[in-house]
């Protein structure tokens, strides 16, 4: 694969601002408040560099008169922003609930044994980045998944093989995302100090399965079962969100009660 440096990328950056431009334009004219256009802006930034790179952000910052912390906060809470490299192809398998009863399992193993990688993982190459996702609300025909957010459905391990043989031979019908900048390995945060980075939590840690409801100091969930089962919830008063609260020491009870 040819080498994709930050470097190079950061030195094109001002001719793709120039070619972009009158398009963010345009994109701003269409609201009142120009800020609103900052959602709009990003993606159009991200189909040509492959992600939201920070010079994108602090482009976006400039052209909506807003801080560059503005941008990076919103870029940050949405999912389908990149805020570094992926692969090519970004394959995204439905594990919720219609999906795991329907061999969902099977073809997220099958996907990780045929690609090498485990979930928030780019292969090698740069082709694939690989994610097992929540429920892509297309329970009807399980088990589904998104390559580049386009869907593919009633998935097989034979059609996985051929979905991933398409890919590979530039036969699939969906376009790969531009890539201006070679992937990491992982664009996972294992810890809460790597946020900053970049990078994208992969949920519970230290379980050992990602549909474990466990996590830190419950890697099997049972605590947390124990405290649905053997405790009533008490929810404080009628609020926009239902606050669980417990007596003091209640977790500690229950893990001597172990």
């Known amino acids: 694969m040819e080498t994709l ?81 992926v692969g090519k192809y970004v394959v995204q398998v439905c594990r919720g609930l219609a999906c795991s009863i329907n061999g969902a399992d099977e073809i997220m193993a099958h996907f990780r044994e045929r690609l090498g990688v485990k979930t928030l993982e780019t292969t090698p190459d740069g082709l694939f980045s690989y994610e097992e996702v929540e429920c892509l609300a297309a329970c009807d025909r399980p088990t589904c998944a998104q390559v580049n957010l386009e869907f593919v459905y009633d998935l097989t391990p034979q059609s996985v093989d051929d979905l991933l043989a398409a890919i590979r031979g530039g036969t699939y019908a969906v376009a790969p995302m531009a890539q201006t900048q070679e992937p990491p390995r992982t664009w996972s945060v294992r810890q809460d100090g790597e946020v900053s980075t970049g990078r994208k939590t992969e949920g519970a840690t230290d379980v050992s399965h990602p549909n474990n409801a466990g996590g830190l100091g419950d890697a099997t969930g049972v605590i947390m079962l124990d405290r649905i089962v053997l405790r009533d919830a008490e929810f404080r008063g009628r609020t926009k969100e239902r606050v669980v609260t417990e007596p003091p020491g209640t977790m500690r009870e229950l893990e001597d009660a172990r």
């Open 5 to 85: 440096s930050a470097t190079r990328r950061e030195a094109d950056f001002p001719a793709l601002l120039d070619r972009l431009k009158p398009e963010c334009e345009r994109i701003i004219a269409q609201y009142e408040d120009r800020r609103s256009a900052l959602l709009p802006i990003m993606h159009l930034f991200q189909e040509h560099e492959g992600f939201a790179s920070p010079e994108a952000m602090r482009a976006c910052a400039a052209m909506l008169d807003v801080t560059p912390a503005v941008v990076e906060s919103t870029v940050s809470f949405y999912t389908l922003f990149y805020r570094r490299p």
